[in-house]
C-alpha cells in the first residue's frame, strides 16, 4: 500500500518552503489558508492513504503550484489535494466544465432529491461543502 | 498526467444565484453563457481576485468555485477597471476578458460565475 499522506505531506513542505522565494505561490497558499481556516470544520475528513487507494490507486504524488495531484495513469479521476488547506477534492477530468467535483463516493453532485421526492439543483455552498474532504493528521489516522 | 484546469466565467441567463435554485430547476436547466480565460489571464488577474476575495468575501481560487452576486457587479466592475488603469499591457487585456463577462452579467442582472 502507498503511503500517499507522506508524499503529500513531503511535496507541501516543499511548496512552502518554495514560498518563501516565490511572492505569487505564497500569496496563493495565503488564500488556501484562509479557505480553510472558514470552512475546514464542514469538510468530511478522510484518510489520504485510503482514498488515494480507492480513486488513484498506484500513482504518485505530482505537484502543481499550490496543489499536489494523485492520478491513476489511464483514469479520469485525480485526487487534488491543497498543499496549505490541508484538503483534497476529487476531481472527474471528463466533465470540462462545470461540477466536475464528485462527492466522498464518486457521485456526481448537481442536483440533490428533496424529501418528497422531487429534485432541485443542488446550491453552490452545499456543492462545495460536499465536495471538500479534510485531510486527517497522521497521529488521526 | 493532465493538469490543465480551465478557467471559466460563466453568466447564467435564467437564474439569480446558484445558491438559490426555484422550485423544480435541475443544474442541467441553467443556460450559462461562457467567458473562457487562460492559466496566464487567471495569473494575471489573481492580485484581483484577491481583492475580490477580501471585499466580497468568497474564496476565488484555482480547483474550486464562487459567485459573484448581482448586487457586487458593479463594485466588481469598478475594481477591475481601477486594476486595469494601472496594469501593464498584457494584464490589460486579462482585465478586458474579465471586464467582457462582468458587463454582461450587470447588463442581465445576473451573477458571474467562476469556475476555476
Redesign the interface.
Known sequence: MSDSKSQYSSGSAGQKALAQLDA?LK??LD??S??AA??HTNWQPVNLNDFVDRFAPGSTA?R????I?F?T?GSNL?V?C?VAAGSC?M?D?TI????CYLDINGNVL??KTLPGG????????E??AMTHFRILKREEM | ???NN?Y?L?VPHN?NS????P????????E?E?FEISEVDY?NL??LF?QF?QEFDI?I?????E?ITPDKIQAAVKMTEEYAKKAPAEVKKSTEKLLSALRRAADLSKPL?L?F
Open positions: 505569487s500569496k496563493k488564500n488556501a484562509a479557505r472558514r470552512f505530482q502543481s503550484g499550490s496543489k495531484i492520478q495513469d485525480q487534488v491543497d477534492r476531481k477530468t470540462h466544465s462545470r461540477r448537481g442536483n422531487k429534485q432541485i439543483g443542488r446550491p453552490i455552498e456543492y462545495n | 498526467m493532465d493538469h480551465r471559466l460563466s437564474i446558484l445558491n438559490e435554485f422550485e423544480g430547476m435541475l443544474w442541467e436547466d441553467i450559462f461562457d495569473d489573481f492580485d484577491c476575495n474564496f481560487d484555482e480547483y474550486e468555485e459567485e460565475e469556475f
